[in-house]
């Protein structure tokens, strides 16, 4: 058996529409998965999924109502089987000086960026743990690593993301579940590509340290998805694994 198979599991994948989210849908579609991809624009997602084609499904969600999570993992289970892995992929930003980020700007972005994902993968969690097995995957950002100007909320979040990966794999990883994260560096998705072509200095600074000297591809965060929710990393769980060309690293 192909130990990067994943023939025969179901991925929850959110945020599963566009950019990375989707190229982890499309990679864990090639390897044999069944995918539902979850979101809150249902004409993003419909597209998405018929572009996938057969193995994908999507559902909304906002992920913010943290109250109703529990509900939507157990009708994700009830129409298409109990879920083998979870991606945590689904996010938002604000730009804007620290200064001028209020109280409330900041909850949200935790709320949604950490918060969120700890209660879904909780109430994943619930499900799996009677089963003795599953994979859970968190997405960080290279935020994480670096200062970087006018993301403090969007930084703390994802630190926060890094942390608690490491928590909960301490946790549930005698459950037989595995919680992984992947800390992207700069990928090429319609949303970087244009903060990025409108800002030829930053860009110039991006590909100056990093050692691969291009940006990544969404499919390079889809194939490490794969690699950590598969059998071929089964004893691999509470690391955070940089997919940036060195970006880390360079100087």
């Known amino acids: 058996m192909n130990a990067f198979s994943l023939k025969g599991n179901l991925a929850l994948v959110t945020g599963g529409g566009s950019g990375i989210g989707l190229a982890i849908a499309r990679s864990f579609i090639e390897a ?11 004409a993003v997602l419909q597209a998405a999924a018929a572009e996938l084609g057969n ?3 999507y559902k909304v969600c906002d992920l913010s109502v943290l109250s109703g999570l529990a509900a939507f993992v157990e009708n994700i289970e009830q129409e298409f089987g109990p879920i083998d892995i979870l991606v945590n992929n689904a996010g938002i930003n604000l730009k804007k000086p620290a200064l001028e980020v209020s109280d409330a ?12 994902v700890f209660a879904l993968s909780r109430e994943a969690v619930a499900k799996m743990a009677p089963r003795g097995k599953g994979s859970i995957l968190l997405i960080s950002s290279m935020a994480s690593q670096y200062g970087i100007p006018k993301v403090v909320a969007y930084t703390a979040a994802k630190s926060g993301v890094e942390g608690i990966t490491k928590a909960l794999a301490v946790e549930w990883s005698p459950l037989g579940i595995r919680i992984n994260c992947i800390a992207p560096g700069f990928i090429e998705t319609d949303m970087s590509a ?3 072509n409108n ?4 860009k110039n ?9 291009h940006l990544g591809k969404p499919e390079d965060v889809g194939q490490a998805a794969v690699f950590l929710c598969s ?4 004893y691999i769980t509470g690391v955070v694994l940089p997919v940036d060309g060195g ?3 360079g100087f």
């Open 32 to 42: 044999g998965a069944r995918v539902v991809i979850a979101g809150r624009r249902e």
């Open 55 to 57: 193995g994908a499904s």
């Open 105 to 116: 700007e900041f909850e949200n972005i935790l709320q949604v960026n950490l918060q969120a």
């Open 194 to 196: 244009k903060a990025l």
């Open 199 to 202: 800002d030829p200095e930053r």
């Open 205 to 213: 600074r991006v590909l100056a340290r990093t050692p691969m000297q």
């Open 231 to 234: 059998q071929a990393a089964k």
């Open 247 to 249: 970006n880390a690293i």
